[in-house]
């Protein structure tokens, strides 16, 4: 199985300041059938499912805020969170599809 | 609107059965595969497989072969999770997810609400 490996496991960022968290994964994600690397990043709050925030490991979901990018490939990936809001306190996951049993990373915490 | 609406939170004892339902709207249920995710209380999250809902062939990842069950009743457009011989350790909320793509089990962008399922004596 692949293994997604986060960090930090929590991290506390100013209001208006940028946040970064990064995923590896023990094996590359990397589809070589489009050049892209299989991953996604999911944000969840409390009581929530996740909402899918990025996938193809840059490519932005629909509606989700341009403060919001992810960067990588292969086997070290990156969200990053250029200003951080009040409301992007959450959990965030990677994720792997490039084979199953697709994996998640063990999640970031992200606190004001 | 594309939504899929999960049976609400269980109770149950050890050793018995529970069945979570994921109700599709807004689209057919047979034009997608449909993932299943557990989240532990506290925990992280943890795919349990998805179901083919042409072939209504299942596939499930190590953990969740045996007792564990994916199936479909396409008249109605829900899709099922059946647990058999639960145990505390099955306590947890269940999601199902769909991907993006059609034709194509990858990023997962509609999810269920999530269904509770605790086990207990």
């Known amino acids: 199985d692949i293994v997604m490996t986060q960090s930090p496991d929590s991290l506390a960022v100013s209001l208006g300041e940028r946040a970064t968290v990064s995923c590896k994964s023990s094996q590359t994600v990397l589809y070589s059938s489009n050049s892209k690397s299989s991953l996604a990043w999911y944000q969840q709050k409390p009581g929530q499912p996740p909402n899918l925030l990025i996938y193809?490991?840059?490519t932005r979901e629909s509606g989700v805020p341009d403060r919001f990018s992810g960067s990588g490939s292969g086997t070290d990936f990156t969200l990053t969170i250029s200003s951080l809001q009040a409301e992007d306190v959450a959990l965030y996951y990677c994720?792997?599809?490039?084979?199953?049993?697709?994996?998640f990373g063990q999640g970031t915490k992200l606190e004001i | 609107q594309v939504q899929l609406v999960q049976s609400g939170s269980e109770l149950k004892k050890p050793g018995a059965s529970v069945k979570v339902s994921c109700k599709a709207s807004g689209y057919t249920l047979t034009k997608y595969a449909l993932n299943w995710v557990r989240q532990a209380p506290g925990q992280g999250l943890e795919w349990m497989g998805w179901i083919n809902t042409i072939t209504e062939n299942p596939t499930y990842a190590r953990a969740f072969t045996g007792r564990f069950v994916f199936s479909l009743d396409t008249s109605v457009n829900t899709a099922y999770l059946q647990i058999s011989s639960l145990t505390a350790e099955d306590t947890a909320v269940y999601y199902c997810a769909r991907p993006s793509l059609d034709g194509y089990n990858y990023y997962f962008d509609y999810w269920g609400q999530g269904t509770l399922v605790t086990v207990s004596s």
């Open positions: 994720q792997q599809y490039y084979r199953t049993p697709y994996t």
């Open positions: 193809w490991a840059s």
